[in-house]
């Protein structure tokens, strides 16, 4: 939002400095984000006055001018055709910028005669488009600086544009009156009142009709006009100009720059129709679908069925709220206009604006509220300035629907400053602020104006308070201490878990992924999902039709984004949740992890080697731990098809109880998303780890054991078929007081041991805990080892 201090004191009496109003400004909420000051392009230049212009010998159009400067007289040669003794002229001295043509002046030579400065016009001072001389000044003495001449004589040209940033909850902030409201408000000024002096006098019947179709009044509740006869149109007076160039408008010609002149000081938009090419009446109704209108932008729009048109007899005219028509736009030959101020639903010109993708003053503001009272108001207002200055006659006022109520109320309670904001304002001065910014009090009731949408409750009104009194005059205050000793924990099991496990994984070396929660149907199926539950009913592309059943997915396909730039060696992970349904609750917390290429850069000591699933299972176990697993669980086969069938693992507790898949992914997942593998992966499922039974707030005692551990090897002969599980549980089952560790160190498959045979050895590590194991105690754990395993697994000791 833009604007001049000039506009802004005309509804502002005040005294306060720029600075003061710019602080003032940002305090409130209104931040300033760029002051534009014309004078401090122009300070530079200075008043001079030319004693003699002679022909230049060699060049018919130049002047050779003696020029009287505060330093001494110079010469300056000029193409100007007014370039002539005894004028006052504007001087820019050599070393001096000039910003309409971008050069800083020098002492140079033209057709063999030196120059030493410029002679400026206004286009090239960019004070306006006049360029057919130099600046004639009627006044000013000689070395006086020309900005402060401009300031004495003509102060629109050094007025200081002020851009304020809105925020969307402070529509009546989009005019400058409403502006001039808040700083009154803080105190640094008088609201200047402008209102009618006089109300319009109707001198005919408006000789048109408006009406607005009944399907249609939720979307206008209201639309009222006037006609005015023997306008007469052209160039808008030069401050209304000023007005409009300052703030980056372009004028047009009087009729269309009253109506964006009220769009800026009072939020108020407005449009004329030539009433010479209206057609009939008017009427607010509903788009059937497909109907055009060239627009004042010069483009051709079709409407959409429900988008709301201002239609004459002869079809669209106006896409209601949001721009209006080429056809009936107003030129320097109109001279009968009928004037129109409507108020309009801001959600459905919303819609219409966007799906039209049109951008226009108009819509910024109705979409974002203007005040529903001041719609016929503004009306008459934009009237008397068109008859006062274009001269004409109005008709009297036509009117459809009527002037929405938005009346509400509501109590001021002064306690809740203090209990909301911190802050302590007497009952009267926290009134008194209220009725600054246009509230009015009824006892301890608060009735909110028409132009503040935004307040909505008792808290809105406890805000306004607070702001136009300063936050900065919030003084902090310890809070009292509620409660002694150390405080609950606020993260719960869950998020300790996550968090565990994310710092752990990237201490392993990963990095983290955050992939889209979306994927493509044929990835999803690749991983157990794709169905129908769990498509998304408006997907952002082809690509993100469905939720992740897994974690996997996107790390594939960021793994091959990489390798397709040349990254091969890559150790990706990522904690977030999986969708195995479409309802809120059908939801579940992965962590997963993905190792591809080799475990480093090649070196002389062949420490390099391709990534394998042990470097997962070590993996998987470490975040595991991190995460509260149970040490001691079982590895078991059987998951799902995107796994590798013999080159995986699940880490159980019990049949039922996973915790999570390790091992190396499919080939044909890998060749699916053009990952060039092999890939290893895990994924845990953190939820499955139990709670511990009881929390305790200190670590338990170190137990540390003196006796000598005894490891015994055995070597088992079995069918090819028994899993090296099966006979290791078998072997820690034969007495589990004394067995700490069961590990597999050899298989042998092959030899003397036949066909359908193999070999399986394994350490058995005995820790005794209240004496020495002798001998016989030795081996008769031996003997229940071989017992345990030959009932399991049916295996033999080898001999």
């Keep these: 939002m833009k604007f001049t201090l000039s506009w802004l004191k005309h509804h502002l009496e005040t005294t306060a400095t720029l600075d003061e109003i710019l602080y003032a400004l940002t305090d409130l909420g209104l931040e300033v984000e760029e002051v534009t000051n014309p004078g401090d392009r122009l300070k530079d230049f200075t008043i001079g006055k030319v004693l003699k212009a002679e022909k230049h010998p060699d060049a018919d159009k130049l002047r050779v001018c003696q020029v009287a400067t505060d330093e001494g007289e110079t010469q300056i040669i000029c193409g100007a055709p007014n370039a002539r003794e005894g004028i006052t002229v504007v001087i820019a001295k050599p070393g001096v910028y000039v910003p309409g043509i971008d050069t800083t002046i020098g002492v140079g030579k033209i057709r063999g005669i030196e120059s030493y400065g410029m002679m400026c016009s206004e286009r090239e001072m960019e004070l306006s488009e006049e360029h057919d001389g130099i600046i004639e000044l009627p006044s000013g003495e ?27 909850n402070r529509p009546d902030a989009l005019g400058v009156q409403g502006i001039a409201r808040d700083l009154a408000a803080r105190g640094l000024g008088t609201l200047i009142a402008r209102d009618l002096e006089a109300p319009i006098e109707a001198a005919f019947p408006c000789p048109i009709s408006v009406t607005i179709d009944e399907d249609t009044r939720d979307g206008c509740p209201l639309f009222a006009g006037r006609v005015i006869r023997g306008v007469k149109n052209g160039p808008s007076p030069a401050w209304l100009q000023d007005l409009l160039r300052a703030i980056g408008l372009r004028p047009i010609n009087f009729l269309v720059d009253v ?7 009072r939020n108020r938009p407005l449009h004329v129709f030539d009433m010479a090419k209206v057609k009939g009446n008017l009427r607010v109704h509903r788009a059937a679908g497909g109907e055009q209108i060239l627009a004042l932008d010069g483009k051709d729009y079709a409407f959409l069925e429900g988008q709301m048109i201002i239609s004459d007899d002869a079809g669209p005219e106006s896409i209601a709220g949001i721009m209006g028509g080429e056809e009936t736009g107003c030129s320097e030959e109109t001279v009968d206009v009928f004037v129109e101020s409507a108020f309009w639903d801001p959600i459905q010109i919303a819609y219409t604006g966007r799906a039209l993708k049109i951008n226009s003053d108009a819509r910024y503001r109705f979409e974002r509220g203007v005040d529903p009272a001041f719609t016929p108001v503004g009306l008459d207002h934009a009237v008397r300035m068109i008859l006062d200055h274009a001269g004409g006659e109005a008709s009297e006022m036509v009117m459809a629907g ?56 008792q808290a809105d009104l406890v805000e306004e308070v607070a702001r136009v009194a300063s936050l900065t005059k919030l003084e902090a205050k310890p809070l ?23 710092r752990t994984m990237a201490a392993l070396g990963y990095n983290e992924c955050v992939t889209y929660s979306f994927i493509d149907e044929a990835a999803a199926k690749l991983f157990g999902g794709g169905d129908d539950t769990t498509r998304l009913a408006n997907p952002i592309s082809s690509e993100m039709s469905h939720m992740r059943p897994a974690l996997l997915p996107g790390l594939l396909q960021a793994a091959a984004r990489n390798q397709a730039r040349g990254f091969m060696d890559l150790a990706l992970f990522e ?31 062949g420490a390099s080697r391709p990534v394998d699933l042990y470097d997962v299972k070590a993996d998987a176990e470490a975040v595991l731990a991190a995460m509260g697993a149970p040490a001691k669980v079982q590895i078991r086969r059987g998951a799902a098809g995107w796994w590798h069938p013999g080159r995986h693992g699940m880490i159980c507790l019990g ?16 060749e699916a998303l053009d ?12 939820g499955e780890i139990p709670l511990p039974k009881s929390v305790k707030t200190t670590r338990g005692a170190l137990e540390l054991n003196d006796l000598q551990a005894v490891e015994r090897d055995f070597a088992f002969v079995v069918d090819a078929d028994v899993a090296a599980l099966d006979l290791v549980n078998a072997a820690a089952g034969a007495d589990k007081a004394l067995i700490e560790e069961v590990r597999v160190f050899d298989e042998f498959i092959g030899g003397s041991l036949g066909e359908g045979k193999k070999s399986l050895a394994i350490t058995v590590r005995l820790q005794p805990t209240d004496k020495t194991l002798t001998d016989e105690d030795i081996e008769a754990v031996a003997a229940k080892v071989l017992e345990k395993v030959s009932k399991a697994t049916g295996g033999t000791l080898r001999g």
Excluded at 481 to 499: C, D, F, H, M, N
């Design 142 to 168: 000689v070395g006086e600086r020309f900005v402060d001449w401009l300031a004495a004589n003509d102060p629109a040209k050094v007025d200081p544009v002020i851009d304020i940033a809105i925020t969307p």
């Design 575 to 605: 904690l977030g949740h999986a969708f195995h349904g479409g309802e809120p609750e059908e939801q579940h917390l992965l962590a997963s992890g993905l190792l591809v290429g080799r475990t480093g850069a090649k070196d002389t000591h």
């Design 655 to 670: 049949p039922k109880k996973v915790l999570g898949v390790f091992g190396e992914l499919h080939p044909r997942v890998l």
């Design 259 to 265: 109506t964006n002149f009220f769009t800026y000081d």
């Design 402 to 457: 009527a002037v929405p109520d938005h009346a509400r109320a509501y109590k001021l309670d002064a306690a809740r400053l203090s209990s909301l904001v911190g802050m302590d304002i007497p009952e009267s001065e926290q009134r008194q602020i209220l009725t600054s910014l246009g509230f009015v009090m009824d006892g301890d009731m608060a009735h909110v104006p028409t132009w503040r949408p935004d307040v909505q409750g």
């Design 480 to 502: 009292p201490r509620l409660s002694a000793g150390i405080p609950r924990p606020v993260l719960s099991p869950q998020q300790k878990r996550e968090g565990a496990a994310r």
């Design 675 to 686: 990952v060039k593998g092999p890939a290893m992966a895990f994924t845990l499922w953190p």
